[in-house]
């Protein structure tokens, strides 16, 4: 089956600047991967995605990275804000409809 | 995005007592939906994939006697923990797949605590 690490467990950068979390899968057939957002007792929010057939997507001042010949993905967040703090997760697409997650990023912006 | 719900946000119950959560899918029909269990300072553990109109398939390890889903409608999906026990305490979310886009939305989680 599928399985996806993810990297660091735990990331503090101070307030404006960038922050990268990497994930990697095992499975080469996933084409889609997710990046969700949980905050403190809420469900996981998607924050972007990116589909196998492209390298790179960006939204503002998040962008993610696909390498699929190392099979390695990257969430990276720039100008970073007090309200990015919270837990993320990466994800791959597995088996057609189900979704593999990485062990979470606390991620905590530091004023 | 798409909007899924959670009914309710938290519940507390007694042990030996079942306990019912609804996710529903408010702008889009969700042919599957999944539902995940969350420990504390964990990630999100697959229990189940709910197709619409078919039994539920369960993951390697869980319960399906005891985490009881039913899917009957294209906008709802139900989670039933019968004879719920304290090591049940935990946090449920579901999600809804937006089919076209390969996308799962999630809702905003059911925090349950038994006694």
């Known amino acids: 089956g599928e399985n996806v690490e993810q990297h660091p467990s735990t990331l503090s950068v101070q307030e404006g600047d960038s922050a990268v979390i990497k994930c990697t899968y095992s499975?080469?057939?996933?084409?889609?991967f997710p990046w969700y957002k949980q905050e403190l007792g809420k469900g996981p929010q998607l924050i972007i995605d990116?589909?196998?057939?492209?390298g790179e997507k960006k939204d503002q001042r998040i962008a993610v990275t696909l390498n699929k010949t190392a099979k390695h993905f990257s969430l990276h967040i720039t100008e970073t804000q007090p309200e990015d703090s919270a837990v993320y997760f990466c994800?791959?697409?597995?088996?057609?409809?189900?979704?593999?997650f990485g062990q979470g990023t606390r991620l905590t912006i530091n004023p | 995005g798409a909007v899924v719900s959670q009914h309710p946000s938290w519940v507390i119950c007694k042990s030996g007592t079942s306990v019912k959560i609804e996710c529903r899918s408010l702008?889009?029909?969700?042919?599957?939906m999944f539902w995940y269990r969350q420990f504390p300072k964990q990630s999100l553990m697959l229990m189940a994939t709910?197709?619409?109109?078919?039994?539920?398939?369960?993951e390697q390890g869980v319960e399906k006697d005891k985490f009881l889903i039913n899917h009957a409608s294209l906008t709802l999906s139900t989670l039933t923990v019968t004879s719920a026990h304290p090591e049940d305490s935990s946090f449920y979310i579901c999600?809804?797949?937006?089919?076209?886009?390969?996308?799962?939305?999630f809702g905003p989680g059911t925090r349950l605590l038994v006694l």
């Open positions: 994800a791959a697409f597995w088996g057609a409809q189900k979704l593999v």
């Open positions: 709910s197709n619409e109109g078919s039994k539920a398939t369960y």
């Open positions: 702008d889009f029909q969700a042919t599957t």
């Open positions: 990116i589909r196998s057939n492209v």
């Open positions: 499975d080469s057939a996933s084409n889609y």
């Open positions: 999600s809804g797949l937006v089919r076209a886009l390969e996308t799962q939305y």
